[in-house]
């Protein structure tokens, strides 16, 4: 079973079916007047999370306190990270809080950012016969793939993410000054939930290098109560200022990765539903002779990513900023700090790539044809006989998906409102068991006592 | 299982309708990936054939176990020579649909190679049938 951030606080559920009816791939499900996700069917995109009006959706990090367990930590900082913060706010500021609270180093993942895109080049010098190459860098985006395009898996390019290069580069820089690997703890600063569970169970299956993820919102409000705590005469030790290159900077937003890309005709697609409309097409064969595609699935890529703390075109803004700054450094020749990295080059492109990426389809009804078959011809007999007016009423997002449920996990039909009405017409239900079907649905507390 | 779509002429907004929704059933069947993209990109070129030259018509298919059948069966002009048509390259696409990108004089000849039976029968002035068969194994 894959890993997921995302999970349900049930006490904390209304069962507004909000998110059951906005999930891309009709993962969740209303069950006892709570939200249940299907965890085959879920992506972690995180448009649940988005939707939900009492926050009972919540992503799962690790304890902030085992960062002390390692006298090493490092913190790995998405570039969103520092934009998350309002502009006047000094970033040598942000990093000596970040010392202050418990890191020892700290890492912004976009340094290998220029090697990664190197990585994808290579490769897709290598493999002319098999374009489109699809970016590996949104996770949420490759598990859409997986488990919805399987005839497309193949187009993912089997390179490691930026997180993991950078993490590697970590791991080899603080190895090369002599420090064991079981005193060193990497902690990645995570913007959203796909990544997490991309940590928690990489693509290729195997173990992550990354010891501990952390959600960003949740270190933006240490990293600012730090500083409010300290005040505005505290005296700190400037570290050096993480300078990243412009196209690094600019890399996790939307046409960052095409913009730097050598492929000649290529899109920058973002937002989970537009992603979603493109590969429709892109499986029919109706988008021709494009090389590469840049996939996001959050609207303006990582600047608009879950757990960011400010509107999504304010922080987009900032990084626009910081990357007009520091292009206009390297104007002026100065080295911006990803050429640290350098040195280590060839021995990050080298353990770039990782197994091929595997389909795990959540479309097939059954492995074998026969049964798949013969349940499709029910669903379609179910299909014909629903209203087809996707009210959700049954629990499920629509007629469809119901149709499904019915046949392949067995959920009594009687609990679609519109059947329900047809049984009591021909006296074939009672009362009891009406309500029966819908509180197994939306629960029993879902109404106050209509007697007092 | 029998599914079918109606096809109207010059639409090519509503090209890929049929393809699309048997993709999808194709899938929860398990047919292999590779299978699916034969099938849609076959059934594509005929849909779009058909929009392009035709007066409107309709797809039908049929799915079993094994494999899948399909006819697209429209009122048009008719293939007056059909070993042409099925050369590579030739085409009697109107201008207006050669704008569009359609018309390359691929259609046949692409169905041709993603399918394992291919059937085109045609009368001038009635109209075309095209039926296509692949087998998932």
């Known amino acids: 079973m894959f890993y997921h951030a995302l999970e349900i606080n049930e006490p904390k559920c209304i069962g507004c079916a909000r998110c059951m009816k906005i999930c891309p791939t009709e993962a969740i499900r209303i069950r006892n007047g709570k939200a249940y996700i299907q965890e085959h069917r879920c992506i972690d995109c995180g448009k649940c999370h988005e939707s939900c009006p009492v926050d009972a959706i919540f992503i799962k990090q690790d304890d902030f306190k085992s960062i002390h367990d ?3 930590s490092v913190a790995l900082l998405p570039a969103v990270f520092l934009s998350q913060f309002p502009s006047d706010m000094r970033v040598s500021r942000i990093y000596a809080a970040l010392k202050d609270l418990g890191f020892r180093h700290v890492f912004e993942v976009e340094s290998s950012a220029a090697i990664y895109a190197e990585a994808k080049n290579r490769y897709a010098m290598a493999h002319t016969d098999q374009k489109p190459h699809i970016s590996s860098f949104c996770p949420a985006i490759v598990r859409l793939i997986q488990i919805k395009y ?6 993912i390019m089997p390179i490691k993410a930026p997180i993991d290069l950078s993490a590697m580069y970590a791991l080899k820089a603080l190895g090369e000054r002599g420090i064991p690997r079981e005193e060193i703890g990497i902690f990645y600063v995570t913007p959203c939930a796909a990544k997490i569970a991309a940590v928690k169970s990489p693509v290729d299956e195997k173990r992550s290098i990354i010891d501990g993820v952390i959600n960003m919102d949740s270190l933006y409000n ?3 109560k730090k500083i ?31 913009r730097i890309c050598m492929a000649k005709r290529s899109y920058a ?3 989970i539903q537009n992603v979603i409309d493109f590969l429709d097409k892109l499986e029919n064969d109706e988008v021709e002779s494009v090389e590469f595609l840049e996939l996001r699935a959050c609207d303006q890529s990582c600047a608009g990513a879950l757990l960011s703390c400010d509107n999504r075109f304010l922080i987009g803004e900032r990084m626009y900023n910081r990357a007009r700054k520091a292009a206009e450094r390297e104007r002026n020749g100065e080295m911006p700090r990803d050429k640290e990295m350098d040195s280590s080059r060839e021995y990050l492109l080298e353990h770039s ?13 059954d492995k074998d044809r026969k049964v798949a078959f013969q349940k499709m011809e029910k669903i379609n007999r179910l299909k014909d006989f629903l209203p087809q007016v996707d009210c959700g009423l049954c629990g499920a997002p629509s007629c469809d998906a119901f149709a499904t449920d019915v046949v392949v996990n067995r959920i009594g039909l009687s609990r679609c409102i519109f059947y329900q009405r047809h049984l009591e017409h021909k006296n074939e239900i009672t009362r009891q068991e009406c309500l029966a079907a819908m509180n197994s649905v939306w629960g029993t507390d879902r109404m106050g006592d209509p007697q007092k | 299982m029998h599914q079918e779509y109606t096809i109207i002429e010059g639409d090519f907004v509503n090209a890929g309708k049929a393809s699309s929704s048997v993709k999808k059933t194709l899938k929860q069947l398990n047919v292999d990936p590779t299978v699916v993209k034969r099938v849609v990109v076959a059934l594509y070129e005929a849909e779009v054939n058909a929009i392009a030259h035709a007066y409107g018509g309709k797809v039908l298919v049929d799915i079993d176990e094994d494999k899948i059948n399909m006819v697209v069966a429209d009122k048009g002009p008719g293939i007056p020579d059909i070993a042409m048509a099925m050369q590579e390259g030739y085409s009697t696409a109107r201008p207006e649909v050669r704008d569009m990108g359609f018309g ?3 259609g046949l000849p692409n169905m041709q190679k993603n399918v394992d039976k291919l059937n085109v029968t045609s009368e001038v002035g009635v109209g075309t049938t095209v039926e296509m068969e692949v087998n998932f194994n």
């Open chain 1, 269 to 271: 697609i973002d937002g």
């Open chain 1, 222 to 224: 240490r990293v600012f």
């Open chain 1, 228 to 258: 409010k705590e300290q005040g505005k005469d505290y005296v700190f030790q400037p570290s050096r200022s993480p300078n990243l290159s412009a196209d690094a900077i600019l890399s996790t937003l939307t046409n960052g990765e095409r």
């Open chain 2, 104 to 106: 390359a004089g691929m």
């Open chain 1, 353 to 365: 790539l990782v197994d091929a990426v595997k389909p795990r389809s959540m479309m097939t009804l």
């Open chain 1, 70 to 72: 390692y006298p090493h």
């Open chain 1, 150 to 155: 399987p005839s497309l898996v193949d187009n």
